[in-house]
């Protein structure tokens, strides 16, 4: 898909200021109501001798064109070699977001490229004339809001960090402007929790660090690690409470397809127990465990509706393979999805689906074209579980499933979508599920699709959007709190299909996988009878890890 940009067609000429400490390095300030965008009135801006304190009394807007009421207070300090900036804005007008920009940064560093903790190694986002940067946080591309700009000890490196206690969103935009002459303008963005937006706004720190030192850079982010630890109770993998004693065996995940959107089986419940005696025979269960998506029958066409799919077997069908993997000490974990519901089946969606920051539409957001005739489908929404009804409707579909069948694990799909919902507040929503799953079933893996840093805490086994063979510049954001699975999307070993994913065929990279990750081989209707011999090689690989 490509990333639209769309950018001011004039020069705003913002009021720059000098950063105290840094030569040649100006910072602005801009705020963003429901309405517009606003700006310094520089002829209302008082400024402290030594740089640290600005007070505006008043706004301008329209590209210093006019002027309008409201207040801005910055406070500059400085932390652990780092400029921290605090901002506060008021104004008539709810606000929602407001903007840092940094001019003058040390363009070599941003020549070289941003990268995060989770770019693979050597790789970079260079911003170009036609292709700015921008990376948003939670979901989906800014894992955790921290970056660097520069990759070369002894040359300058520039770090970014926003640290939060609350799940807001955060952007990183860096661009060229006409205006700036072509040279980089980085834009540090917080926004607001939707359900607060209102007449005054406070960041978060938002913070800076200008080194030519490679190990301040580490130092650097492990002071952000420790503060998320801090902040959302993140505890390490190997002590968590969360992480049934087996998971830490788990070295093989298998994606056991059943029925896919259309009404095609891959695999019945019986088939798959079959692969599991197959596969057990060459990597001890204790080793593996069995991912089931598309249990449900047609795969996210029942949802919010759980029940062992007749075509599959049905109540009976899915209790032998229940018992097929206990006997073998295979995990058996189920899908479900974390928001996604067809609108024919769940007729009271409206209470609970996702909205606008503004509440004025539904977010529509994930319609695969399931059926091929190159549209996406039509009834299907994503729903807050921050909302008490489907939250409720949720936890009853899960636990009943855990109650009924003993299952091991239950996997909450899509949980790393993120949305500012202006009604409920969708990472409290998270919370409060997990939480009562947890007391309900307490040796239970609860596990997701995708995370970020917060998230960990609440969902500490994740399928991972990235792939299990990135080389992360720092593995640690991951693997000192959680691990990640290969995604159910990546093919099947033989003609590569994705199953009930709506990817269709795709081809995996083999490489080395990446420390906290867990690689997962796919099971579909031919990859027994066709390609056993791949199969069970790719199942051996994994105990190598």
Not at 254 to 267: A, D
Not at 405 to 429: I, K, M, Q
């Amino acid at each position: 898909m490509v990333l639209e940009i769309y950018d001011l067609s004039f020069d705003p000429r913002d009021p720059l200021y000098d950063v105290p400490g840094l030569p040649g390095v100006r910072w602005g300030v801009q705020i963003f109501t429901v309405s517009n965008l606003y700006q310094l009135d520089s002829a209302q801006v008082t400024v402290s001798a030594d740089g640290r304190r600005l007070e505006a009394a008043g706004l301008s807007w329209a590209g210093q064109q006019q002027r309008s009421p409201g207040s801005v207070s910055v406070q500059i300090s400085e932390d652990a070699g780092a400029t921290v900036w605090r901002i506060q804005a008021q104004h008539a007008e709810p606000i929602k977001v407001v903007k840092l920009m940094l001019w003058g940064l040390p363009e070599s560093a941003i020549a070289q490229g941003w990268w995060q903790p989770t770019s693979t190694a050597g790789r970079t986002a260079v911003p170009t004339l036609t292709a700015p940067v921008k990376w948003n946080y939670p979901w989906r591309e800014w894992l955790t809001p921290w970056a660097c700009a520069g990759e070369i000890d002894g040359s300058p490196l520039v770090c970014v960090s926003l640290r939060d206690a609350e799940v807001r969103a955060k952007r990183l935009y860096t661009h060229l402007p006409p205006y700036a002459d072509s040279k980089p303008v980085v834009e540090v963005i917080f926004e607001e929790d939707a359900i607060r937006w209102g007449n005054t706004i406070s960041t978060c720190e938002l913070r800076l660090r200008v080194t030519n030192s490679l190990a301040e850079v580490e130092d650097d982010f492990a002071a952000h690690l420790a503060f998320l630890e801090g902040a959302y109770d993140l505890q390490s993998w190997e002590t968590r409470s969360d992480v049934p004693g087996w998971m830490r065996d788990i070295k093989l995940v298998l994606n056991l397809h059943g029925q896919h959107w259309t009404g095609y089986v891959f695999n019945t419940f019986d088939q798959m127990a079959e692969t599991l005696k197959t596969v057990a025979q060459h990597v001890p269960g204790k080793h593996i465990l069995a991912y089931v998506p598309g249990f449900e029958g047609r795969y996210y066409f029942a949802y919010p509706h759980y029940q062992p799919g007749a075509a599959l077997g049905g109540e009976a069908g899915f209790r032998r393979l229940v018992d097929t993997a206990n006997g073998l000490g295979v995990r058996l974990m189920p899908m479900f999805g974390m928001h996604g519901a067809n609108i024919q089946v769940y007729p009271d969606y409206e209470r609970s689906a996702f909205r606008s920051r503004t509440s004025s539409y539904l977010t529509l957001v994930n319609c695969p074209d399931w059926d091929t005739d190159r549209s996406g489908e039509d009834d299907q929404v994503f729903l807050n579980p921050g909302e008490p009804v489907f939250r409720q409707h949720l936890l009853e579909q899960v636990s009943g499933i855990v109650q009924k069948y003993g299952v091991s694990g239950v996997f909450l799909d899509t949980s790393a979508c993120w949305f500012n919902d202006p009604r409920h507040n969708l990472y409290e929503g998270y919370r409060q599920l997990v939480g009562e799953l947890h007391q309900r079933h307490p040796d239970v893996l609860v596990a997701g699709e995708g995370w970020y840093d917060a998230l960990l805490a609440v969902l500490p086994v994740n399928q991972s959007w990235l792939g299990v063979d990135r080389s992360y510049k720092f593995p640690q954001l991951l693997a000192k709190y959680g691990r990640a699975l290969g995604h159910l999307a990546e093919g099947a070993p033989g003609a590569v299909s994705t199953g009930v994913h709506e990817r269709g065929f795709t081809y995996k990279h083999a490489g080395k996988v990446t420390v906290g990750h867990i690689p997962s081989v796919g099971i579909v209707d031919d990859s027994l009878s066709k390609y056993a011999d791949d199969v069970i090689a790719a199942c051996k690989a994994a105990l190598e890890i």
